[in-house]
């Protein structure tokens, strides 16, 4: 089954019809040419790995409080169903981005560890990764995903915030000032 994922521009976004079963889209904008995929193999899911791990490095900010290294001693489990899903955005042959949800409950998902490279910024990744995840969680059952976010996160915010998620109430402990928590209820949206 083909997906119809294509970047319009910034500010139009991504339109995204269906998500096939391995979960692989192509985004096209100034001759780039992007890969949407959920990791299956050893070398993807040692990818994924780097990349979070990537993605923690930057916020120059122990994440211990979100039992960072557990996640990472059991990263798979955490996020592949039917407790979670990941999602790998692949330029060039090369992975420079990523997204994961677990399951809080079975109504709750929470979306964590989007982060695209520095190098690949600005082609809308950041935008199909959210909208594939939004997906993810929906064949997950999800009925709303939630998340927080850093205050340093402007672009994250303002992405979230676009696709239509709100505030909302601290749902776990986050220390750090001005985090904000969002959430996004997929029976009132239609996001993809």
């Not at 096939?20 to 193999?41: A, E, M």
């Not at 798979?76 to 060039?92: D, I, M, Q």
């Amino acid at each position: 089954m083909g997906v119809d994922c294509r970047v319009w521009g910034v500010s139009r976004g991504i339109r995204c019809a269906r998500w096939p079963q391995r979960g692989i889209s192509q985004l096209r904008r100034h001759k780039v040419t992007v890969s949407l995929l959920k990791p299956q193999s050893t070398a993807e899911w040692r990818e994924a790995r780097r990349l979070v791990e990537e993605y923690a490095a930057s916020l120059n900010l122990d994440l211990e409080f979100q039992n960072f290294a557990q996640e990472l001693e059991h990263f798979e489990h955490e996020y592949s169903p039917p407790s979670g899903a990941f999602l790998l955005a692949r330029e060039k042959g090369s992975f420079v981005g990523c997204v994961g949800l677990r399951k809080l409950s079975d109504a709750v998902g929470e979306i964590k560890r989007l982060y695209v490279e520095p190098a690949a910024r600005g082609l809308g990744l950041g935008e199909a990764l959210v909208r594939g995840v939004v997906v993810e969680g929906r064949q997950l059952r999800c009925e709303r995903l939630v998340l927080d976010t850093l205050p340093s996160m402007l672009a994250a915010r303002s992405l979230y915030q676009a696709l239509g998620f709100k505030p909302i109430a601290p749902y776990r402990n986050n220390p750090v000032a001005g985090t904000a928590f969002l959430e996004l209820r997929l029976r009132d949206h239609g996001v993809v």
